[in-house]
């Protein structure tokens, strides 16, 4: 049995620590994460697993941010990655399609007492995940739909981490995802915290995309690994414990805290409550929306009606696992 390689990647060639040991090859699926694996990735963890079992041989490795995943698709160093990279697919004309919405832009803003509304927020710094991605284009949306201007930004992935710098004093105000933003307001110290009405975003903010080139020539490999997203989605809508029952113990999610593995059913059960995941994997609906959320966002150029969803969408794997 192969090993599966497992590393965090902080540069383009930085490898700061490695986890397990292998060399891939031709045959194997390299697939680049945009953070180090956390609760939010556990159901992606579980349909890998699936899709090993049904013959999908793959590694993965975790880059510092959603940019270098990009860049290492862009390069050819891996083949699939998480990200939305609308504006590279439309300045580089590099063949990237996204084959699958991983999760929606349910993001909230959180700040410390200073702030009670969004509009406080005009002139004021403002802490994101990264550069072009999914936070930084909620704030682009806010300050067209709202009139302000936000300060200066600042990046720190993960929103656990933008959690940490609001406790330390060292940020005011920032963007988070809906797990971190209830462990938050749950704590000790949540009532130190507001967090700002938002209007509701359906578009993707982590999608699964590749290469065209190598999709369709690794339609099998594909269609494998989009059958397995599919099932545990579909799975922890009907019941979101699954995920915690079919994690592996020795896996990098099994891995983890056990006081964060003891809150993945309280995780997985919100999240599903809260539409973070669609069990149809986005699809064209995702698509339309994607469309004009990050037209707005600065991200795409061009009036969303008039373009097409498939030079951005790949979607014949996902019509197939939905058949």
């Given at each position: 049995m192969r090993h599966i390689l497992k590393r965090v990647i902080t540069a383009a060639v930085a490898l700061p620590f490695t986890l397990g040991l292998s060399m891939a090859n031709a045959d194997t699926v390299r697939i680049a994460l945009a953070e180090t694996p956390s609760d939010e990735l556990?159901?992606?963890?579980?349909?890998?697993?699936?899709?090993k079992a049904n013959g999908l041989d793959y590694e993965w490795t975790a880059f510092s941010d959603e940019e270098l995943?990009?860049?290492?698709?862009?390069?050819?160093?891996?083949?699939?990655?998480?990200?939305?990279?609308?504006?590279?697919?439309?300045?580089?004309k590099a063949p990237l399609r996204i084959l699958f919405q991983l999760s929606k832009l349910k993001f909230f803003p959180v700040t410390t007492k200073t702030y009670g509304k969004l509009e406080d927020l005009d002139g004021e710094p403002i802490l994101l995940?990264?550069?072009?991605?999914?936070?930084?284009?909620?704030?682009n949306v806010i300050e067209d739909r709202l009139g302000i201007t936000f300060g200066e930004r600042s990046y720190v992935p993960g929103s656990a981490n933008r959690v940490a710098a609001l406790l330390g004093g060292r940020a005011d105000a920032t963007i988070i995802d809906l797990s971190n933003k209830n462990k938050l307001i749950r704590s000790e110290a949540g009532d130190n915290f507001n967090v700002l009405e938002m209007f509701d975003v359906e578009a993707s903010d982590e999608a699964l995309f590749g290469?065209?080139?190598?999709i369709q020539r690794n339609e099998g490999d594909v269609q494998i690994f989009v059958d397995a997203l599919i099932s545990v989605y579909r799975d922890m809508h009907d019941d979101p414990?699954?995920?915690?029952?079919?994690?592996d113990p020795d896996g990098p999610i099994g891995?983890?805290?056990?006081?964060?593995?003891?809150?993945?059913?309280?995780?997985?059960?919100?999240?599903?409550?809260?539409?973070?995941?669609?069990?149809?994997?986005?699809?064209?609906?995702?698509?339309?929306a994607d469309m004009e959320w990050y037209s707005a966002a600065g991200q795409l150029e061009g009036d969303p009606s008039t373009l097409d969803i498939e030079d951005f969408w790949y979607l014949k794997p996902l019509d197939a696992a939905m058949r």
């Open positions: 556990a159901a992606f963890f579980v349909a890998l697993d699936r899709a995943a990009i860049q290492a698709v862009l390069s050819g160093q891996m083949h699939i990655g998480f990200g939305t990279p609308y504006a590279a697919m439309q300045r580089s995940h990264s550069r072009g991605g999914g936070t930084d284009s909620i704030a290469n065209l080139d190598w414990t699954i995920v915690r029952r079919e994690t891995q983890l805290p056990p006081e964060i593995l003891a809150e993945l059913d309280g995780f997985y059960t919100d999240a599903v409550s809260a539409g973070l995941y669609d069990p149809d994997g986005g699809g064209r609906k995702a698509a339309m």
